[in-house]
């Protein structure tokens, strides 16, 4: 069977802050349909890399390309309209706004009206919990229902990548178990997932790889079954 291509992928990647070096010679892809999973201690260089691939965190060196196309010296509003989404870690829902007007900014570099009304249908029919509280201010959300809209005003922009930056933070134990499902659910529709998680067991349970992140630099990538069997990743992160 042939490999599937590659729908994102990065090059020797170089970004920081200031003097400080947040992703070192960082080179990844992530092909067409999968869910991979990128682990990594506090401070590894996992947000920086999804801050790097929407557009949030300037290159120093190296290029990112999506589906072919270097989109690494593009405006992030530029990005979004390409096909990536980014769901950013804390949720960062707009807390005054209502639960459909979050929504609607999801979907604000889209003109095809008819077409956002039928999604917000669909995230409704997805969400239901988000149906009931479409009137209500996002940030009276619990922290379960606030990830879940966080996720679907990122659908909103019908997105070929969607960036999920550590959706399981803060979250008890059964809302967890949801928000994987639903993850589990985006891949089966057809949407591609990269995944910044802190819970590296359930991360690698429901991804087809696994990049681990060290100090900015990736130190291992595999198949996840594989990055589940390997000694440094159990001692690391699963607490074997």
């Known amino acids: ?14 970004a920081g802050y200031g003097p400080i070096a947040a992703l070192r010679a960082v080179d990844l892809e992530v092909r067409a349909g999968e869910l991979v999973c990128l682990l990594g201690a506090n401070g590894a260089g996992k947000t920086s890399t999804l801050r790097a691939i929407s557009g949030l965190l300037p290159l120093r060196r190296g290029r990112i390309l ?16 390409a096909g990536i989404a980014h769901c950013p870690e804390g949720r960062r829902v707009f807390p005054y706004l209502t639960v459909e007007e979050n929504l ?20 409704y029919a997805h969400f239901p919990v988000l149906r009931e509280r479409r009137r209500q201010a ?3 959300l619990s922290g379960g229902e606030q990830q879940m809209l966080a996720i ?40 591609t997932v990269l995944m910044v998680e ?13 990049y681990v992140m060290e100090t900015g630099r990736i130190v291992l990538e595999g198949p996840a079954a594989r990055l589940l069997a390997d000694d440094h990743v159990r001692r690391a992160y699963l607490g074997a």
Do not use: K
């Open 66 to 81: 999506f589906d072919g196309r270097e989109i690494h010296r593009l405006p992030p509003a530029e990005i979004l309209e």
């Open 138 to 140: 996002a940030g009276t």
């Open 152 to 191: 679907a005003r990122a659908l909103m922009a019908r997105p070929r990548l969607i960036l999920l930056d550590e959706p399981s933070l803060g979250l008890a134990p059964t809302v967890v178990e949801t928000t994987f499902g639903i993850i589990a659910e985006i891949r089966r529709a057809g949407t």
């Open 198 to 210: 802190q819970n590296a067991y359930l991360a690698l349970q429901l991804a087809d790889r696994g």
């Open 104 to 123: 609607a900014m999801g979907a604000y570099v889209r003109r095809d009206r008819r077409a956002v009304a039928e999604d917000l249908e669909r995230m």
């Open 1 to 14: 069977m042939a490999e599937a291509r590659a729908l994102l992928r990065l090059e020797a990647v170089e």
